[in-house]
């Protein structure tokens, strides 16, 4: 926003598509592997081949520690206490994400989804708070964003279920070099409104 | 005092009495107040008075700054590694009562890594009346309002002050100045919280700052008993 890359509803589009894209596509890909029951840790090594940024490594840790405490509260679960006692400090949010979707009793379509809107859910809210984007602007811009989301989730649940035949190297490695490093320089502001 | 269930597993969930490898976890005093009223004051007054019979530590919550922490670090009340920072990035409240997870973490991490502790105080950032902390991560709450904020306060309520644990009145010594009536902030106290406690506290001249620390060592005898 500061750069001006994001100025009104028009541009908070064209951010959302890009990352929907990129890390969308990558998380709702590790969601619907880790709901259909692979080995959570080696998504999660898979997701850290996936990550350069360490901001965004750390950032995503402590999402899916959080999301695992409500997980957990929520449905109890073996696969959850195992992965909570693999990763004290947290593991890849996308992958708890999964393996909270399969303790529910959610399939891995479900899971994509989940992945895929928050990948595009955060940022427009957050446009909402720094830039004082009309709200209902900001959720008519992920209502259009809905039909290529599915699509998305789709494809993520299509990678995920040959990760079962072949392994995490089927997963997609699509990324966006700006988020990146946009990432990285965040970290180092002494004044941060969001933890990434 | 209450939540002692438990959850089998990895880690605890949230306000599990106990801690992973079974031993009982530090006692978990919130502090909450308006901002300026003297929470991170009282906080240091606190320390100083219990570090000697007490394991320690405190975690500040600042809006998007470690100010708190740092004020606690110059003061050298605490070793650095016993005391750590929750930016919350949002309203203060969230983070002590609707998303906990930040401030939980930070308490886990602290017994993880400077314990055993007996004692871990938590500070909100300073917010509005209205402000108090979940059940899920502290186990008791001091609400610290100050004579300069007006005398009504006590008679309007909310939530902090009509249901904390402990309602610290900080900074008596400036009532003259600002024409604070003490007796009446002390009967309208009394009315909106019957038999709950009260402290009248000045950390310029010292008085009440024992009566809080003893009402802390209680709790935390009622905690371990
Ligand atoms: N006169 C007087 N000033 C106090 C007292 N307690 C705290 N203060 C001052 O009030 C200001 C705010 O205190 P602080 O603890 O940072 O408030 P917090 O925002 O609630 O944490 C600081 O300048 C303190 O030195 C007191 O009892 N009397
Ligand atoms: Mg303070």
């Given amino acids: 926003m500061k750069a001006g890359r994001i100025t009104g509803a028009a541009s908070l589009e064209d951010f959302c598509r890009g990352r929907l ?16 029951g692979v080995d959570p840790v080696e998504l999660d090594a898979a997701a850290d081949a996936r990550t350069p940024s360490p901001a965004l490594r750390v950032a995503a840790r402590k999402l899916g520690r959080q999301l695992m405490r409500a997980a957990r509260a929520t ?23 999964g393996l909270a979707a399969r303790a529910a009793g959610l399939g891995a379509e479900d899971a994509a989804h989940c992945a895929a809107y928050e990948s595009v859910s955060g940022p427009a809210s957050a446009t909402v708070r720094l830039l004082s984007l009309d709200p209902f602007d900001a959720t008519a811009v992920l209502a259009r964003l809905a039909p290529e989301l599915d699509r998305v989730a789709d494809q993520a649940v299509e990678a995920a279920r040959e990760v079962v035949d072949t392994g995490v190297d089927a997963l997609p490695a699509a990324s966006a070099p700006l988020l990146e490093i946009s990432a ?13 | 005092m209450h939540l002692d269930h438990s959850h089998e597993g990895a880690s ?36 100083q008075a219990l570090r000697d019979e007490l394991s320690l530590a405190v975690v500040t919550n600042d809006i998007y700054t470690r100010e708190d922490a740092e004020f606690l670090l110059r003061e050298a009340v605490l070793p650095p590694e016993r005391i750590t920072a929750v930016e919350t990035g949002a309203c203060p409240h969230t983070a002590i009562r609707d998303d906990i ?8 991490d602290l017994e993880d890594e400077v314990g055993p502790l007996d004692l871990i105080l938590v500070e909100s950032g300073g917010d509005n009346l209205t402000a108090t902390f979940s059940k899920g991560l502290v186990d008791a709450q001091i609400f610290v309002i100050d004579v300069a904020g007006g005398d009504d306060i006590p008679r309007k309520g909310g939530p902090g002050v009509t249901t904390a644990d402990l309602l610290v009145v900080n900074k008596t010594d400036l009532a003259p100045y600002v024409g604070s009536d003490l007796a009446r902030m002390a009967a309208d106290a009394k ?34 008993a």
């Fill in chain 2, 12 to 47: 605890a969930v949230s306000a599990d009495a106990r801690r992973p490898d079974g031993s009982r976890r530090a006692l978990r005093i919130g502090l909450g107040g308006p901002v300026g009223s003297g929470k991170t004051a009282t906080v240091a007054a606190l320390c």
């Fill in chain 2, 101 to 108: 997870s930040a401030n939980l973490e930070a308490v886990e």
């Fill in chain 2, 191 to 224: 009315a909106q919280r019957a038999e709950l406690p009260v402290v009248f506290q000045s950390l310029r001249s010292g008085t009440g700052v024992a009566d809080v620390a003893g009402w802390v060592r209680a709790q935390h005898a009622a905690w371990t």
């Fill in chain 1, 184 to 196: 990285e320089v965040h970290a180092a502001w002494p004044v941060r409104l969001f933890a990434s």
């Fill in chain 1, 21 to 36: 894209h990129t890390a969308g596509r990558v998380a709702a890909a590790l969601a619907a592997a880790a709901a259909l």
């Fill in chain 1, 75 to 97: 449905w109890p679960s073996g696969e959850l206490d195992a992965l909570a006692r693999e990763f004290p400090k947290g593991a890849h949010q996308p992958v708890v994400l």
